[in-house]
């Protein structure tokens, strides 16, 4: 499990996070999102003892992660930019993981890597970036670790190529339970893998919830009413909009209890159609002026 | 499972070792061809002389060039195996890697020893090789001398080189860092000497001998060309270079890795940066500017608008590096930094035009005064000792006042910058006053007039007794005198024939007792610079004023005095 508790962390007086805590279960798949300069990247360096919190902590399994090789052995972590050695090749970077992270599975890398059909011996710089992101993929898995820590991993990534690295990717956490945090600013990608997510602004954590908790407390239903009736004053409607006589409402709320509520008032039909992860977060968060909703949409 | 404490990781060494092979095996390469390979050409080759000889010579050329591998190759391989820490990309993931800090820097610091360490030792190897290959023995000391030396060098320079590769956020600024740091410890205090001696007329400001050394570069050239206590003076660079790289160890350990790409990674390194290049700027371009203007041929203040030009290139030229971006004209901040830089550069080239403090127009008064040395000359080699001497008469201080007056009534704003460093026809005076302080100047006396009041004092007996006792060496091996005392010259000056003094002695104290009669007589003055002979007057009369003593101490250590041809009593003790 990884906690990050009232951290803070500036740079040359910027407040790039504040006072921001979360909590990613053990097992989790969690979405960070959030939009660009939000702090996701300074979330995630600090997660991976990359930056040194000002203050705060930042603790895996109740560990503290800077500074601390033991914890970091059990954490792989993918940039957005991802790094390799000048003229090293996949074999360099292999046997350097494999020295660097103590679960590293050999047999592990060369079953990826021949499903991958990666050449071992051409030099990193000159693979494409996709490829050089199926590298870092196939690098991450094969060490084996506890935490896996990707930041915008599929960006620039061609769609068949992404489908591929999000397969490998939960096919692992499957099979070992492996905890995934990744970061991104498109909440449609993550809607597909996460069952956590976390919505960060200006350094803050503006929300943190399951899927399941998001998504079931929210319902977008498509009412055609009949003369002289209105929508039931017991329903939240956060939204509503009229596309000729079909009104569309997101209505806060169990789908049990809207379409219970909607069937009372007779209509001429309804419908509850289930929200997107991007809807919800718009209409959960409709009222405040974020950026988020750029973000979602 | 990796320990917690670990602080070396063989996995990155390896990575590090074939990553810059072609770096270090070029280094070795280099070490090849400059050592090993001109050897066993040298000594299979007819350059004449024995085996033995031409090793040595090889040996002595190797000190010097070794030296500079060692100045250049600190540098490069420092930035090779700390360059990851001037990018974000690497720098983010070499710190995701589960290691520590400590264990980064120690294993690439190390790494950086090894890749000087390995080939300097094969290339040790190979010399000891060459010279068994042709027979040459007892060498092998001066081999591993030569390499251990080698070694301590490079420590030292390897030190420094990684600390300002720590403390630089790019490459660039640290390898600049690099060679600042190298050469500032002298350079600062020069630039800082410029305007004092400018403005302050008089005021003896030389930098002492010793300072040569604050500039391992300059100060192992120097011990080397001089000899002696070379290797104290390792000890002391390579103690320096590993206290460096503990102290960059200490700075890696809190440095923020998201400092890459920024010339200075710490604080306390920006406002240092900033502060030494605008300082170096404002001093040194200034003068250099002022100098090709034509602004340094007076003492007025026109050099103040070039070092304030200079101070304004150093202050934006900084900050720009530092900000890493040309706008910052705009911010109120960096220029009211500039304005308290400029005011205090200001105030001070004032403060020292006008002579604030009254440092130039300080004379001490006679009873403040316990004792006073003068001298014109320094210790040179074909002239023998200095020709400083020490008054402690009431009225030889007062002498020695009036002509300090004199000098200072005398100057002139406008006299010519050749004024303040040529001192070679100047005199030194130096009061120890009663308090316990000292007061040291140096003047240029203008006409000659005026400087035979204190050449006269350099022909008292008492005084020339006094100094004899001093020059003279108590003991040596032999002394020889050798060198014409007069020529004898046609009415049109064609010279006919001259008669010579030559002659050997090996007893000091007979020596001893001819030269204090001579200087007790009047006979022997002490030579300095205000007593007019020399080359001039012989060429006028025929008459030729000094003849050399060489005082032979050691095998290896020889002595010069400069003694005059009025001296007969020595002069015959030679003859005989």
Redesign the interface.
């Given at each position: 499990m990884i906690e990050v508790r009232n951290l803070r962390k500036s740079?040359d007086g910027f407040l790039a996070l504040d006072d921001l805590s979360m909590t990613v279960p053990a097992g989790a798949v969690y979405g960070l999102v959030g939009p660009n300069g939000a702090g996701k990247s300074t979330v995630i360096?600090h997660i991976?003892?990359?930056?040194?919190p000002d203050s705060g902590t930042v603790t895996v399994d109740g560990q503290p992660v800077y500074?601390?090789?033991?914890?970091?052995?059990g954490?792989a972590?993918i940039?957005d930019?991802?790094?390799y050695?000048?003229?090293?090749n996949l074999t360099?970077m292999a046997?350097?993981y494999a020295?660097?992270?103590?679960n590293f599975d050999r047999k592990l890398y060369e079953e990826l890597r021949r499903s991958f059909n990666l050449d071992p011996k051409s030099q990193l710089r000159r693979f494409s970036k996709g490829m050089q992101k199926q590298a870092a993929f196939l690098l991450a898995i094969a060490s084996r670790p506890g935490v896996l820590v990707l930041d915008e991993p599929v960006d620039g990534l061609d769609p068949v190529m992404r489908r591929q690295v999000w397969g490998l990717l939960l096919q692992d956490v499957a099979q070992r339970g492996t905890t995934v945090l990744v970061s991104s600013h498109n909440l449609r990608e993550l809607e597909d893998v996460c069952d956590h997510v976390g919505i960060l602004h200006k350094g803050k954590m503006l929300l943190e919830r399951t899927l399941d908790e998001l998504q079931d407390n929210v319902v977008k239903a498509q009412i055609v009413l009949r003369e002289g009736t209105e929508l039931p004053q017991s329903l939240k409607v956060l939204h509503r909009s009229m596309v000729g006589k079909v009104e569309t409402a997101i209505i806060r709320g169990s789908q049990e209890a809207v379409s219970a509520a909607l069937a009372a008032v007779n209509p001429i039909f309804y419908d509850l159609v289930p929200l997107t992860l991007e809807e919800v977060f718009v209409y959960e968060l409709g009222g405040v002026d974020y950026e988020v909703k750029n973000v979602i949409l | 499972?990796?320990?917690?404490m670990?602080f070396f990781?063989?996995?990155?060494l390896?990575?590090n070792i074939?990553?810059f092979a072609p770096a270090w095996a070029l280094f070795g390469l280099l070490l090849f061809l400059t050592g090993p390979l001109p050897l066993l050409r040298r000594l299979t080759g007819s350059f004449g002389g024995t085996l033995l000889a031409e090793a040595k010579d090889i040996w002595e050329t190797l000190s010097f060039v070794y030296i500079w591998y060692a100045f250049f190759a600190a540098a490069l391989f420092a930035v090779l195996v700390f360059k990851y820490l001037y990018k974000t990309?690497?720098?983010?993931?070499?710190?995701?890697?589960?290691?520590?800090?400590s264990?980064l820097f120690v294993t690439n610091a190390v790494s950086g020893l090894l890749f000087f360490l390995v080939p300097m030792l094969v290339n040790g190897l190979l010399l000891l090789g060459v010279l068994r290959l042709l027979q040459v023995s007892g060498q092998a000391l001066a081999v591993w001398s030569l390499m251990g030396a080698s070694l301590l060098v490079y420590l030292c320079f390897y030190g420094v080189a990684v600390f300002a590769m720590v403390l630089a956020g790019n490459g660039a600024v640290g390898i600049l860092s690099y060679f600042a740091l190298n050469i500032l410890p002298l350079a600062l205090p020069v630039l800082l000497l410029l305007p004092v001696r400018f403005y302050l007329y008089g005021v003896d400001l030389n930098l002492p001998d010793w300072m040569l050394l604050l500039a391992p570069i300059v100060g192992l050239h120097e011990r080397l060309i001089e000899g002696g206590g070379l290797w104290v003076l390792l000890g002391i660079y390579a103690a320096v270079g590993l206290a460096l790289l503990g102290l960059a160890w200490y700075h890696n350990r809190?440095r923020?890795?998201?400092r890459a790409g920024d010339a200075m990674a710490y604080p306390w390194a920006r406002v240092a940066f900033r502060l030494i290049f605008t300082l170096c700027c404002a001093l040194g371009l200034g003068w250099i500017l002022a100098a090709l203007f034509g602004a340094l041929n007076d003492k007025t203040v026109a050099y103040l608008p070039y070092a304030l030009l200079g101070c304004f290139l150093g202050w934006f030229g900084s900050t720009m590096m530092l900000e890493r971006s040309v706008k910052v004209f705009k911010n109120k901040k960096i220029w009211l930094g500039f304005a308290v830089f400029a005011g205090v550069l200001i105030l001070g080239t004032m403060a020292l035009r006008y002579d604030a403090l009254g440092i130039r127009r300080r004379v001490p008064e006679t009873a403040q005064v316990a004792s006073v040395e003068i001298w014109t000359r320094e210790d040179r080699d074909w002239e023998g000792p200095s020709d400083r001497i020490t008054l402690t008469d009431p009225g030889d201080i007062d002498l020695i006042r009036q002509v300090h007056s004199s000098a200072l009534e005398s100057y002139s704003p406008n006299d010519s910058l050749g004024d303040l460093f040529g001192t070679a026809y100047g005199v030194h005076i130096r009061y120890h006053l009663e308090g316990g302080g000292t007061l040291t100047r140096v003047y240029r006396i203008h006409n000659y007039e005026d400087s035979q009041p204190l050449a006269r004092l350099y022909s008292r007996p008492e005084i020339c007794v006094a100094y004899y006792q001093e020059a003279l060496p108590q003991s040596f091996r032999w002394a020889s005198l050798e060198g014409v005392t007069e020529y004898e010259l046609t009415e049109d000056g064609q010279m006919v024939g001259y008669s010579e003094s030559s002659g050997e002695i090996r007893d000091p104290q007979a020596l001893r007792e001819a030269v204090l009669a001579d200087a007790a007589a009047g006979r022997l003055p002490i030579y300095n610079r205000l007593t007019a002979y020399g080359d001039a007057s012989w060429m006028e009369g025929g008459r030729v004023d000094t003849l050399n003593i060489y005082f032979n101490l050691s095998p290896e250590l020889g002595m010069d005095l400069r003694i005059f041809t009025t001296a007969t009593e020595t002069i015959a003790l030679f003859r005989k």
């Open positions: 740079f360096r991976t003892g990359i930056f040194r500074e601390n090789p033991t914890v970091k052995s954490i972590y940039p930019d991802v790094f050695f000048p003229s090293a360099d046997k350097f020295g660097t992270y103590p | 499972m990796k320990s917690k670990s990781d063989p996995t990155l390896k990575k074939s990553r990309r690497s720098a983010y993931m070499l710190h995701a890697f589960p290691m520590t800090r264990c809190v923020q890795v998201e």
